[in-house]
């Protein structure tokens, strides 16, 4: 078993460690962290540092709805052209 580096106080990316937990089933020391956005939640050490967890799953979702929201107005499809958005679906997805 390796030593453990403290991380308490550091931040990886959304991530802001709090406090050193249980290590997990697999002997991984796991960290307490709050995301940018509140939400608190058990991280592995390594995923932290290794950039593989960057944030409880909201910079994804906030990165997928502002692609969406790019405009496609003008843009062109073959020979078909974006002309005006028309608005959402019962899924909120652009029609």
């Not at 249980?22 to 991984?28: F, G, H, L, S």
């Not at 932290?48 to 944030?55: A, I, R, T, V």
């Not at 969406?68 to 019962?90: A, C, D, H, P, T």
Request: glycine content about 10%.
């Amino acid at each position: 078993m390796g030593r453990v580096i403290s991380l308490m106080g550091q931040k990886f990316y959304r991530w802001t460690v709090l406090a050193r937990t249980v290590n997990d089933k697999y002997n991984k020391a796991m960290w307490e962290c709050i995301c940018d956005c509140g939400t608190v939640r058990t991280v592995l050490g390594c995923n932290l540092m290794n950039g593989s967890s960057k944030s409880c799953g909201c910079y994804k979702s906030e990165a997928v709805s502002r692609s969406k929201k790019k405009g496609l107005v003008g843009k062109k499809f073959g020979r078909l052209k974006v002309i005006r958005e028309y608005g959402k679906n019962s899924y909120n997805n652009y029609l």
